[in-house]
Each structure stands twice: as C-alpha cells, then as structure tokens.
C-alpha cells in the first residue's frame, strides 16, 4: 500500500525558508513522478513542482526561481526548499505520486495526473 508522509511544515515570516519533506513507502513501480502541491483556503489545488526517475524537474511558473524539487533515491524521500516565501505561498501542501512518467511539456501540473496523495502539511508565510 502506498503511504506518503509529509512533514517541514510551519510558520514563518515573509522572506523566510522552510524545506518540506514526503517520506514515501508502498510502491513498486519502476517507474514514477512525484510532485507537490499546494492548497489555500477557497482556492483549488494547484501543482508546485514534479520529479521523475529521470529527475528532470517541472516548476509552476509562480515558483520558478524561489522553490526546489528534489528527491533522495535511497531514502526515497522527496523534498521541497522553499525560500523567499511571501504570504501567498501560504496553504496545506500536498506530496502526490503517479506511477508513470512526468509529464513534462506545458506549464500546468495537474493534481489529476497523479493516483497517492499525502495527507499534507500546513505553510503559513506572516507579512
């Protein structure tokens, strides 16, 4: 059974730093993507930022720059830095999986394309 476990979440001030981490277990597959993701209150889910086997990272454009993906192969463990934060990047953040390759043309990362989710930590960014 898939299981994916975030944690890194919390408070801080604008201009700050937090690196989210998703510990992941459950999943056989060879092949796969991992992403993140992020929800505010009344707004839908939106996608962050994907890795894949071939760890090629894809970045929403509202993050580019500010935001790193990466992913720790032998601890199977995925990762966030997020520095820079401005209180917009506030919201519960979601770690997902799909067990197929990162979709990497256009810009949009859509929760749809993945089947695991995490039950999320919460970011909450003060002006």
């Known amino acids: 059974q898939v299981q994916l476990v975030e944690s890194g979440g919390g408070s801080v001030q604008a201009g700050g730093s937090l690196r989210l981490s998703c510990a992941a277990s459950?999943?056989?597959?060879?092949?796969?993507?991992m992403g993140w993701f992020r929800q505010a209150p009344g707004k839908e889910r939106e996608g962050v930022a994907t890795?894949?086997?071939?760890?090629?990272?894809k970045y929403a454009d509202s993050v580019k720059g500010q935001f790193t993906i990466s992913k720790d192969n032998p601890k199977d463990t995925l990762y966030l830095q997020m520095n820079s934060l401005k209180p917009e990047d506030s919201g519960m953040y979601y770690c997902?999986?799909?067990?197929?390759?990162?979709?990497?043309?256009?810009?949009?990362?859509?929760?749809?394309?993945?089947?695991?989710w995490g039950r999320g930590t919460q970011v909450t960014v003060s002006s």
């Open positions: 997902a999986l799909r067990t197929d390759y990162c979709l990497l043309s256009g810009t949009v990362i859509n929760p749809e394309d993945f089947y695991y």
């Open positions: 459950g999943y056989t597959s060879i092949v796969y993507c």
């Open positions: 890795i894949g086997m071939f760890r090629t990272p």
